[in-house]
C-alpha cells in the first residue's frame, strides 16, 4: 500500500441511494463538503463517485447513471441484499474500479453490502467511513467482518455508533468539523428555546414539546417537516403549550436565529450519525440539553457547555433551572478548540494515512499517537461536571 503523501488522491463512493444536492441526502451533502475543505486544506485531492444528477459546487463529480439503491436499513430480510436491475451502486462500484489507477485510496461513505464486500478486489486500500447504527443484521456482519480482516479501516463519526456494532473494536472515531468563523456568536441568550431536526417520529420533539408546555416556556422549532401527520398530532396533543414552527433555514439563516436561545434541546435518544446542529448551536454561544444515550451526549461537556440528563422529560425540566449557570463563551471555545476544521482535518489526514500503511491498526494501543483518542477527552456521557 502507498504511503500518504502531500499529493494524496482520493476517491469518494457517495451513498448511492439518491441524488446529492436534494434534501434527502442534505447532511452527507455537508459531509462531503467538509471532507472536501479539510482534504484540501492537507493538500489533497477529493473527487465522488454519485448517482447521475447529483451536483456538489466545486468538486469534482462522476455522475453514474442507474436505478436507485433501496436503503440498507429498509430491507428487512436475514437472508438476501437488494440490489436492482441495472443498479447505480453497481454501475459505481464499475466505475470506481475503471478510476482507481488515478487515485491512492477510496473513501466509501456508501453504507450498503456490495462496497463491504468488494473491498479486497479491489487494487487500492478503502477506508469505510460508518454514519449509521447497527440495525440489520447483513449490514452489521459485513461491518464486523470488514473491521476485522482490514483492521483501522473502518472509522465511525461517534462512539455511539461503534457501540451499536457491540462487538467491534479498534476503529477510530472521527467525528466533525465546523467552521465556527460562520457562526455569530451571542454572550446572552433570551427567554425561549430551541429545538433543531428533521420533525419525525424518533426525533423525540414531542418530549422537548412537553418541556415547553409544563414550564410554560416558549419553544422555537427549527426543521424540516418531514411528517405532516406526526406534526398535526403534536400540534393537536398540546394545544396550548407556548411553542413556534419557524421554519428550514440554510447555516447563515439558522444561525442568527439559534445564537439567541437559552438552550438547545436535544431529545434523540437514537444512535445517530453525528449531532451536527449540537456544534452549531454550541458555536453561537447556545448551551445543549442533550439524552445520555445519544451521540449529541458526546460532544456536550456536561456542566460546562449544557447537561446530560436522564432519558425523560423530566430531567430535561430539572436541567432548565441549571441552563443559565452555563459560560457561553465556553461552549463556543470548546467547539473551536475540539471541532475546528483543522482539528478535523488532522484526524481525518491521520486515519487516511493509518489506512495507507503496510500494518494497519492492530491494537486499540498503536492509535495512541493519533488523534482519535483525544477527540472527546471529558465529554463522553459518563462525564461529570468538575
Not at 440490489?83 to 466509501?108: E, F
Not at 439558522?254 to 438547545?264: E, M
Request: aromatic share 8%; glycine share 6%.
Amino acid at each position: 500500500m502507498k504511503p500518504a503523501s502531500k499529493a494524496l488522491r482520493i476517491v469518494v463512493l457517495a451513498p448511492p441511494v439518491a441524488v446529492l444536492g436534494g434534501r434527502p441526502v442534505a447532511g452527507m451533502a455537508l459531509m462531503l463538503r467538509t471532507l472536501h475543505q479539510v482534504c484540501l486544506a492537507q493538500g489533497f485531492t477529493l473527487d465522488v463517485v454519485a448517482p447521475e444528477g447529483s451536483s456538489l459546487p466545486g468538486i469534482h463529480v462522476y455522475e453514474v447513471p442507474g436505478h436507485l439503491q433501496p436503503k440498507a436499513l429498509a430491507q428487512e430480510s436475514q437472508d438476501c441484499v437488494q440490489i436492482p436491475v441495472d443498479s447505480v451502486l453497481a454501475n459505481m462500484c464499475r466505475r470506481l474500479q475503471q478510476l482507481q489507477k488515478h487515485y491512492d485510496l477510496v473513501l466509501n461513505l456508501s453504507y450498503d453490502w456490495l462496497p463491504f464486500y468488494l473491498t479486497p478486489f479491489l487494487s487500492l486500500p478503502v477506508a469505510h467511513l460508518i454514519s449509521l447504527s447497527a440495525q440489520t443484521s447483513h449490514m452489521t456482519k459485513v461491518v464486523l467482518q470488514t473491521a476485522e480482516a482490514y483492521p483501522g479501516t473502518v472509522g465511525f463519526l461517534s462512539r455511539s455508533l461503534v457501540q451499536s456494532y457491540q462487538s467491534i473494536s479498534n476503529c477510530p472515531i472521527l467525528g466533525m468539523g465546523l467552521d465556527s468563523s460562520k457562526y455569530e456568536f451571542s454572550p446572552k441568550g433570551e427567554d425561549w428555546l430551541a429545538w433543531l431536526g428533521r420533525i419525525m417520529p424518533g426525533k423525540g420533539l414531542e418530549d422537548a414539546i412537553a418541556v415547553s408546555a409544563m414550564t410554560r416556556t416558549p419553544l422555537r422549532i427549527f426543521g424540516l417537516i418531514e411528517d405532516e401527520a406526526y406534526w398535526r398530532e403534536l400540534c393537536r396533543h398540546y394545544t396550548g403549550a407556548p411553542i413556534s414552527y419557524q421554519g428550514s433555514f440554510p447555516t447563515e439563516q439558522l444561525q442568527a436565529y439559534l445564537k439567541h436561545a437559552k438552550g438547545l434541546l436535544m431529545t434523540s435518544a437514537k444512535a445517530e450519525a453525528f449531532g451536527m446542529v449540537v456544534l452549531e448551536a454550541l458555536a453561537c454561544g447556545v448551551p445543549v440539553i442533550a439524552y445520555n444515550d445519544s451521540s449529541a451526549a458526546e460532544m456536550v461537556v456536561d456542566g460546562k457547555t449544557g447537561w446530560i440528563v436522564e432519558n425523560n422529560v423530566a430531567a430535561l425540566v430539572s436541567s432548565l433551572l441549571l441552563v443559565g449557570s452555563i459560560d457561553r463563551q465556553t461552549c463556543r471555545h470548546h467547539v473551536q478548540e475540539v471541532y475546528s476544521l483543522e482539528a478535523f482535518g488532522q484526524r481525518v489526514a491521520a486515519w487516511f494515512s493509518q489506512v495507507l500503511s503496510p500494518s494497519p491498526i492492530g491494537a486499540l494501543g498503536a492509535m495512541t499517537d493519533l488523534p482519535f483518542n483525544d477527540l472527546w477527552p471529558s465529554s463522553s456521557p459518563d462525564s461529570k461536571s468538575a
